[in-house]
């Protein structure tokens, strides 16, 4: 990868302090990893990514579309299939439903209004617990799930005292946008990739001693071995993340969407030799990785492997990895297309529902690039 001139500044938008922070601190204490220089790049409490005040990341007018930007019949068809699960757990009251990363609250609003309508004996159980690190999208979440004021709770993971029995804790795209490592191989030895500075000021890669054994220590559980000169990311933070999880969830199941792969294509795939690790501004592909941090979003291939192997050892036993696609068929999205069709308020409705259900299933559509992963979490 080879990183482009920074100069901080891009037409039309105010001047981002936070690269000026950035080399000030590499400056004063060296590189960084690439996971902290990530960290700051996505969740700086400022400028970061994820947390500049207004910035429109989500939609057509921002930097990509998640599906429940996408589609109403995501969110729709999710809710027919936790009214499945609150059946499996036994009607629980009250029906943990935790999210996190939830983003502005679409998927909140979309689950909760269609059990609202569709199930309101699962409604009337819901404790919807919303966990966003963000603060801009948690302002933004609770403007939009106001109307579900009192079935709704803003707590992260990590304040959730106690466990949570019967419940079920799902996210969508939060794994890979967590920060990661990025390390390569030369002479046979494994190195981190760090954030260091050019001469003339800008972000560049300088390779180092790894900063933590845990790096090697990924490869040997996976018995994966890097080639000669190819680069790669390690997301410790997913296993982190597991083991929160599984201390929050008591009993049920944590279900994750993401876009992903086994770890032997992940790492072993010709096409892969510089990583996964992208960025995105605009709906465009940004070469350049270092540039404008804050700006542009950052984001790598989740390792399913990694998730499954991790969930094992924190008590979390996959019971299903499949395409998005498939899930969403037998989850019943046909079916829940029909039903929002017959509450539509136009046949342009209508039409629009349609469309985005194509878009959705159809072969080479959106989900048919997206995995869905079924952990469980048993009663001891
Ligand atoms: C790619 S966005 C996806 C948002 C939403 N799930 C959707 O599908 O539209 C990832 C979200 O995860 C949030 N996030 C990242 N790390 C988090 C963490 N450890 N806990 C909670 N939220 C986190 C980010 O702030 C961001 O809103």
Redesign the pocket.
């Known amino acids: 990868m080879s990183p482009r001139a920074s100069n901080d500044s891009v037409e039309g938008e105010p001047v981002p302090s936070l690269s000026a922070r950035l080399r000030e601190r590499i400056r004063r204490s060296g590189p960084l990893t690439f996971r902290e220089w990530m960290r700051a790049a996505l969740y700086d409490e400022q400028e970061g990514y ?1 947390q500049r005040r207004g910035a429109e990341r ?1 939609g057509r007018a921002g930097d990509y579309r ?4 996408r589609s109403a019949l995501f969110a729709a068809t999710f809710a027919r299939h936790f009214t499945k699960l609150h059946e499996e757990l036994s009607r629980p009251r009250p029906f943990h439903l935790l999210e ?4 502005a609250g ?2 909140a609003e979309g689950v909760l209004r269609t059990l609202r309508r569709d199930a309101p004996h699962v409604y009337e159980s819901v404790r919807y617990l919303f ?4 603060a801009d ?1 948690r302002r933004r979440a609770a403007a939009l799930l106001a109307p579900f004021a009192g079935r709704v709770e803003f707590r992260r993971l990590s304040e959730v005292t106690g466990k949570l029995d019967h419940a079920v804790l799902f ?4 794994l890979d ?2 920060p990661v490592h990025r390390v390569t191989v030369q002479d046979g030895r494994l190195l981190e990739a760090y954030v260091g500075l050019s001469g003339d000021g800008d972000f560049v890669f300088v390779e180092g001693e790894p900063s933590t054994p845990r790096l090697a220590e990924h490869f040997e559980r996976l018995g994966v071995k890097l080639e000669e000169g190819q680069a790669a990311e390690v997301n410790l933070e997913v296993a982190d ?1 597991l083991a929160r999880a599984a201390g929050v969830v008591g009993s049920g199941f944590v279900i994750t969407v993401d876009y992903g792969d086994e770890a032997a294509a992940l790492y072993g795939a010709p096409h892969r030799r510089e990583g996964t690790l992208r960025s995105f501004r605009g709906h465009e592909l940004i070469e350049d990785v270092l540039c404008d941090p804050g700006l542009q979003d950052l984001t790598t291939t989740v390792n399913w492997t990694q998730v499954v192997a991790e969930g094992e050892r924190v008590g979390l036993r996959a019971l299903s990895l499949e395409r998005l696609d498939a899930f969403l068929l037998r989850a019943g999205l046909v079916e829940q297309l029909e039903l929002e069709s017959s509450h539509a308020a136009s046949e342009a409705e209508v039409t629009a529902l349609r469309l985005d259900a194509r878009e959705m299933i159809l072969p080479g559509g959106m989900a048919s690039h997206f995995q869905i992963l079924v952990q469980k979490k048993a009663e001891l």
């Open positions: 994820y989500w998640t599906a429940p930007e996190a990363g939830g983003g679409r998927f966990d966003e690190t963000s999208s996210s969508n795209e939060l946008a967590f993340w």
